[in-house]
C-alpha cells in the first residue's frame, strides 16, 4: 500500500509569509509525529497526535507553529510569519497503534521549506 | 529526557572494507535503541532496533548492532560496505514507556569510494 505522503515536497517562502505543510499518513494510521531537521543535524520532534488529539506539543518552537488533524487523518502543520531560522525539512511520520510500548514510525519524504 | 550522541559527523571508507558508526546515549528511563537510514532527498528508513533480549541485533542490508548497556552505546557494524551504502545514519532512542517519540542523534554521513 501507499506509504506517507507530505506535500509540497518544496516550498520557498518570503520572510514575514504563512505556510501549510500536508501530511497524508498510511492508512488506518492513529499516531501521527511531525519532525523539523534542520540542515546538517538530526531530525528534532515538534508534536504529536493520537486519532484527531494532540497529545503532545511540547517540541512546536514558538507560537507561530500549530498542527492540527481534524478528522484523524491527514495533518497540517501551519508556520505563521515564517523567519529565516524556520527553513528546515519537515518530516511526518505515521504508526499503527496507540498504545505505549513499541510501534514502529514510518516516515515519509518530508517538505523542505525555504524562507528568503 | 534522553539524549544522543554520535561521535563522527563523517566516516569515509574504501568499499569492501568494514565500518563503524558509534553512537551512545543518555537516558534516566528505560529507551529503545534504533538507526535509520536517509539517502539523499527521501525520508528515514529504518535499518534495525533493540527492543529486549539479545543485544546484537541484525537489520536489513547486511548491517548489525550490539547494545552495550553499562557503556551506553549502540555501535552500528557491517563488515563490508559497498558504493550503495553511501547516506546519513541516525542513531534514535525512544522511552519505553511514552508515546514512541523519536530522539535522534546529529546523524554520520558514510562516505563509500571505489
Known amino acids: 500500500g501507499a506509504g506517507v505522503s507530505q506535500s509540497p515536497r518544496y516550498k520557498v517562502a518570503k520572510r514575514g509569509q504563512d505556510v501549510a505543510l500536508r501530511c497524508d499518513p498510511i492508512s488506518g494510521h492513529v499516531s501521527l509525529f511531525w519532525y523539523q531537521q534542520a540542515l546538517g543535524q538530526g531530525p528534532e520532534f515538534l508534536t504529536y497526535f493520537q486519532n484527531e488529539a494532540q497529545l503532545d506539543k511540547s517540541g512546536l518552537p514558538s507560537d507561530r507553529f500549530f498542527a492540527e488533524r481534524p478528522e484523524g487523518s491527514v495533518s497540517t502543520l501551519k508556520i505563521q510569519r515564517t523567519q529565516q531560522e524556520d527553513s528546515a525539512v519537515y518530516l511526518c511520520?505515521?504508526?499503527?497503534?496507540?498504545?505505549?510500548?513499541?510501534?514502529?514510525?514510518?516516515f515519509g519524504p518530508g517538505t523542505r521549506l525555504t524562507v528568503l | 529526557a534522553q539524549s544522543v550522541t554520535q561521535l563522527d559527523s563523517q566516516v569515509p571508507v574504501f568499499e569492501e572494507a568494514p565500518v563503524e558508526l558509534r553512537c551512545n546515549y543518555s537516558s534516566s528511563v528505560s529507551v529503545y535503541l534504533f538507526w535509520y537510514v536517509q539517502y539523499p532527498n527521501q525520508g528515514l528508513q529504518l535499518l534495525l532496533k533493540?527492543?529486549?533480549?539479545?543485544?546484537l541485533v541484525k537489520g536489513i542490508n547486511g548491517f548489525e548492532a550490539e547494545f552495550n548497556k553499562s557503556q551506553t552505546s549502540f555501535h552500528l557494524r557491517k563488515p563490508s560496505v559497498h558504493i550503495s551504502d553511501t547516506a546519513e545514519y541516525f542513531c534514535a532512542v525512544s522511552d519505553v514507556a511514552g508515546y514512541s517519540t523519536l530522539t535522534f542523534g546529529k546523524g554520520t554521513m558514510l562516505l563509500v569510494s571505489p
Open positions: 533493540y527492543l529486549s533480549g539479545s543485544t
Open positions: 511520520a505515521s504508526s499503527l497503534a496507540r498504545a505505549s510500548g513499541y510501534n514502529e514510525q514510518f
